[in-house]
């Protein structure tokens, strides 16, 4: 049974930063390209970032670039979001989401496996 399980989030000042982290069990990230989303109360859940299998790509959102990180550990298990320089508008639950392709696509239904979601809220 796959299973991915995030951890990190939790209640940061803004300008705060934090470390999201993503395991999987019963399949092997470094196989699968690995996707962050989030989802704000009242709002689509949006994709923010990925790293694909083999990690030849890692694609950004245009708010998190310059902020936010994804990269593997050297045992590929788990994938990191580092997220720095936090703002009130990325208050969301972040979800790690797992497909096999080595694209990095941005519409949740292209990937196969997904995490419960952790809760960042960014607040003074």
């Known amino acids: 049974q796959v299973q991915l399980v995030e951890s990190g989030g939790g209640l940061v000042q803004p300008g705060g930063s934090l470390r999201l982290s993503c395991a999987a069990s019963g399949l092997t990230l470094d196989y699968h390209t690995v996707g962050w989303f989030r989802q704000a109360p009242g709002k689509e859940r949006e994709w923010v970032l990925c790293?694909?299998?083999?990690?030849?790509?890692?694609a950004y959102t245009d708010s998190a670039k310059g902020r936010f990180t994804i990269s593997r550990d050297n045992t590929k298990n788990p994938v990191y979001l580092q997220m720095n320089s936090l703002k009130p508008e990325d208050t969301a639950v972040y979800y790690c989401a797992a497909r096999s392709y080595w694209l990095c696509p941005t519409t949740p239904y292209t990937y196969d496996y997904w995490g419960q979601g952790t809760q960042v809220t960014v607040s003074s």
């Open positions: 790293i694909s299998r083999n990690d030849l790509i890692t």
